[in-house]
């Protein structure tokens, strides 16, 4: 076996020389320095290199590093004159397979250099606790790192899964409003129908596009739940809450931050409220209520209006739904508000309900995920 020396106290590389040549190793060369040794390496090739750590110039870890590039078949056993952590773990990284203290017993190197020559690795009894706590720690780290991928990917699955649906929402409910849009519009290219009649369609056509053009853009909002930052909900809804004279804002002391899409909460607490003004008497108040819990943060929109039909109570969170029967109806809207509002609920990982109704009114209920 061909042994390169390498240390900058002569006296211990002498030392280590006699050893070597009593076992019947080869010592090819000996050097004093980093860079003696690289150049001294690349000429001799070298089976193994025992690496003093600290030399000035050039410490042994970037020596290590750069004849393991140079060299990368060549064993080197790490030799230092005292156990620390730092220098264990940034000599084994840089290419050591052996680490062994100076003071250690001759038939410890010995061993060491002959490991190392085949591939192999020995660790001084003093600093493998060392080692083993390193890696450990490595492993541990790895293993949270490997668990909060796997999170991340589930997270991302589901959120895909989410989108598609939205997607698929989107197709279906377009196609009823489009086909009534198409039918009017086909009516009025006929040219048959009277005068008056024209103008009813022209009137209805246009609202229905308008409603249409609502549609489409509460589903882009939905759409980018994804685009999230921490926000303050009670901030939210007094913004929102100033609009609209009729509605208070109530919340309890401590923390109502969430990480929401700020646009897509903004819309859906706006949904509610509007849904609330729509229902209620004119004068009638609207109570906004944010409430932190443990489990996270609770939103509630109190309105004073006549109630829902308790056959009705989850049919109105469909889309294009409305509480009131159509032949009956006295609030105007797409009836996409609530069936939305609970659609961007979700994609927040949160959920919107109807948690209390009567004939003095009805309370819908936003849960948003755990707040920080």
Excluded: Y
């Excluded at 931050?257 to 646009?263: D, G, K, M, R, Y």
Aim: net charge negative; aromatic share 2%.
């Amino acid at each position: 076996m061909r042994v390169l020396v390498v240390d900058d106290n002569e006296g211990f590389r002498e030392s280590l020389i006699s050893l070597l040549d009593t076992e019947g190793f080869t010592v090819i060369g000996q050097a004093g320095s980093g860079l003696e040794a690289l150049e001294m390496a690349v000429g001799a090739q070298p089976d193994v290199v025992l690496m003093d750590v600290q030399m000035p110039s050039m410490d042994g870890v970037e020596t290590t590093r750069r004849l393991k590039e140079l060299l990368p078949s060549v064993g080197i056993v790490a030799l230092t004159g005292h156990e620390d952590q730092k220098v264990v773990r940034e000599m084994l990284v840089a290419g050591a397979l052996g680490f062994v203290l100076k003071d250690t017993d001759g038939d410890e190197i010995l061993h060491a250099v002959a490991q190392a020559a085949h591939g192999g690795g020995v660790i001084s009894p003093e600093v493998t606790p060392t080692v083993i706590e390193e890696l450990t720690e490595a492993l541990d780290r790895e293993r949270r790192r490997t668990a909060e991928l796997e999170q991340a990917h589930e997270a991302l699955v589901e959120r895909a899964g989410r989108r598609h649906e939205q997607v698929a929402r989107l197709g279906h409910e377009l196609r009823t409003p489009v086909t009534v849009i198409l039918g009017m519009a086909q009516t009025l290219a006929d040219d048959m129908a009277p005068l008056e009649q024209r103008r009813e369609l022209l009137e209805r056509l246009v609202a229905r596009a308008t409603n249409l053009a609502d549609l489409v853009e509460r589903f882009e909002i939905a759409a980018d739940a994804a685009l999230t930052e921490w926000i303050d909900i009670v901030v939210l809804a007094g913004e929102v809450a100033a609009r609209h004279p009729r509605v208070t804002v109530v919340a309890r002391e401590g923390f109502h931050t969430a990480n929401l899409n700020p646009i897509v909460a903004r819309r859906l607490l706006e949904e509610l409220v509007d849904n609330a003004l729509r229902f209620s008497p004119d004068g009638a108040p609207v109570e906004v209520r944010v409430d932190h819990l443990p489990t996270g943060i609770e939103v509630r929109v109190a309105d004073h209006g006549p109630g829902v039909d308790p056959a009705t109570r989850e049919r109105i969170f469909g889309p294009l739904e409305q509480g009131e029967a159509l032949n009956a109806r006295t609030h105007q809207g797409t009836g996409m508000g609530l069936s939305l509002a609970r659609t961007a609920a979700r994609a927040h990982d949160g959920d919107v309900l109807l948690e209390s109704t009567g004939p003095d009114g009805s309370v819908f209920l936003w849960r948003i995920g755990h707040p920080a």
